[in-house]
């Protein structure tokens, strides 16, 4: 380790000479510039995505009075752009687009066919529009981004793939894609972009992930407050109070008669009291089984991701550093042959010339000779 630290500070004391200028290159293929664009663009599509999906489900909750949709507008808002991040932060830009296409063309059909009972009711029509809006811009994206001939081929695929009877979830279809257009498996899994690029990636991914976990925190929270200030909940607990109220009533009148009636009547009582108290815990469980399962979900995919990460972050040092150490050493032999060659160079002009003019000299002196003069 600190024979490489020696020659690192070498070749940084080497680089600071105008005369030696050199760079290292870390190997990597960086992604092209039509890469780097399809990327950009299906990133902030899922801003879009997110912000045109919360907007209908925030509009669809504050317009109805059932629990019900309620609790379904938020699990929209939820499952969808978590989703959609997930398909739009992957490593291939063009997997990112066609999963994140594929995501919203299966939102878009599933809501065309589902009947409104299964959807928001009354409210069905804001979901299909914002679900088909959705879906035409991505087509718009593809088109604009993909060759003609690609965008033909993801076309067919997503419609291939796309099934109108189930709501919409993640697969990744690298594999499949892979398959279905005839390449090898090489051809996308060589090489996430140069160090800079895939410093750039990481950090988007790190933000668009914070903030898709942020929200959906918040909205866990969202549906547990709803779910127990719905007027439902309160006028079941309002009748078993006021039961409970009754069966006092009952208890004084009756304690002022027979004890034997005093006994049934408590009976009575602690039946109620029981009945009140399952109530509220059947009620409780049930709130915290659907938060502590998202809670779980939550925490696996934050693990996985950050595991990932991490991963990356450590190959591609290792890398970098493993291919700048394997550089250096024929990098340091061709400057040590280009100066050898240089000092020769130098050295030997001036014996030439004085060689020269030595020889000169002799030749003009013979010259001038009175056997050599006319």
Same mark, same amino acid.
């Given at each position: 380790?600190?024979?490489?630290?020696?020659l690192?500070?070498?070749?940084?004391?080497?680089?600071?000479?105008s005369?030696?200028?050199?760079?290292l290159d870390?190997g990597?293929?960086?992604l092209?510039?039509?890469?780097?664009n399809?990327?950009?663009?299906?990133r902030a599509?899922y801003?879009?995505f997110s912000?045109?999906?919360?907007?209908t489900?925030?509009?669809?909750y504050?317009?109805t009075?059932s629990?019900?949709?309620k609790?379904?507008?938020?699990?929209?808002?939820l499952r969808?752009?978590?989703?959609?991040?997930?398909?739009?932060?992957g490593n291939?830009p063009?997997?990112s687009l066609?999963n994140?296409?594929?995501?919203?063309?299966?939102m878009?059909?599933?809501?065309?066919?589902a009947?409104?009972?299964?959807?928001?009711? %009354?409210?069905?029509?804001?979901?299909?529009?914002?679900?088909?809006?959705?879906?035409?811009?991505i087509?718009?994206?593809?088109?604009?981004?993909?060759?003609k001939?690609r965008?033909?081929?993801?076309?067919?695929?997503?419609?291939?793939?796309?099934?109108?009877?189930?709501?919409p979830?993640f697969?990744?279809?690298?594999?499949?894609w892979?398959?279905?257009?005839g390449?090898?498996?090489?051809?996308?899994?060589?090489?996430t972009?140069s160090?800079a690029?895939?410093?750039a990636d990481?950090?988007?991914?790190?933000?668009?992930?914070?903030?898709?976990?942020?929200?959906?925190?918040?909205?866990n929270?969202e549906m547990?407050?709803?779910?127990?200030?719905?007027?439902?909940?309160?006028? %079941?607990?309002r009748?078993r109070?006021?039961?409970?109220?009754?069966?006092?009533d009952?208890?004084?009148?009756?304690?002022?008669?027979?004890?034997q009636i005093?006994?049934?009547?408590?009976?009575?009582?602690?039946?109620q009291v029981?009945?009140i108290?399952e109530?509220?815990?059947?009620?409780?469980?049930?709130a915290?089984?659907?938060?502590g399962?998202?809670?779980t979900e939550?925490?696996?995919?934050?693990?996985?991701?950050r595991?990932?990460?991490?991963a990356?972050?450590?190959?591609?040092?290792?890398?970098?550093?493993?291919?700048?150490?394997?550089?250096?050493?024929?990098l340091l032999?061709?400057?040590?042959?280009?100066?050898?060659?240089?000092l020769?160079?130098?050295f030997?002009?001036?014996?030439a010339?004085?060689y020269?003019?030595?020889?000169?000299?002799?030749r003009?002196k013979?010259?001038d000779?009175?056997?050599?003069?006319?």
């Open positions: 380790m600190k024979r490489y630290l020696i690192l500070a070498a070749c940084l004391l080497l680089n600071g000479c005369l030696l200028k050199f760079s870390t990597d293929t960086p092209t510039r039509e890469q780097i399809t990327r950009l663009t299906v599509f801003k879009d912000l045109s999906v919360i907007s489900a925030d509009s669809i504050q317009s009075d629990l019900k949709l609790l379904r507008a938020i699990e929209w808002k969808s752009t978590s989703i959609c991040a997930q398909a739009a932060f291939i063009e997997i066609l994140t296409w594929l995501l919203c063309s299966s878009n059909l599933y809501m065309k066919d009947p409104d009972s299964l959807l928001f009711a %009354e409210y069905s029509p804001l979901a299909r529009q914002c679900a088909a809006s959705l879906d035409s811009q087509v718009s994206i593809a088109s604009k981004i993909l060759s001939e965008y033909a081929q993801m076309q067919a695929f997503v419609s291939q793939n796309t099934d109108p009877s189930v709501p979830t697969q990744d279809m690298t594999l499949r892979i398959n279905y257009i390449a090898s498996d090489s051809t996308y899994l060589h090489s972009g160090v690029q895939s410093i990481m950090s988007e991914k790190i933000s668009g992930y914070s903030s898709q976990w942020g929200n959906e925190l918040s909205w929270k547990l407050d709803t779910w127990l200030d719905t007027g439902q909940t309160r006028e %079941e607990i009748n109070m006021d039961s409970l109220y009754r069966q006092f009952r208890v004084v009148v009756v304690l002022e008669h027979t004890p005093a006994d049934a009547a408590l009976d009575d009582l602690n039946e029981t009945k108290l109530s509220l815990n059947a009620s409780i469980d049930l915290f089984a659907d938060l399962q998202q809670r939550l925490q696996d995919f934050i693990d996985s991701q595991v990932r990460l991490m990356q972050t450590d190959s591609l040092a290792v890398h970098a550093v493993n291919t700048a150490m394997e550089a250096l050493p024929s032999g061709r400057m040590l042959f280009y100066l050898t060659a240089a020769v160079v130098l030997s002009i001036p014996f010339l004085g020269l003019l030595g020889r000169a000299r002799e003009r013979k010259n000779t009175p056997e050599n003069r006319p």
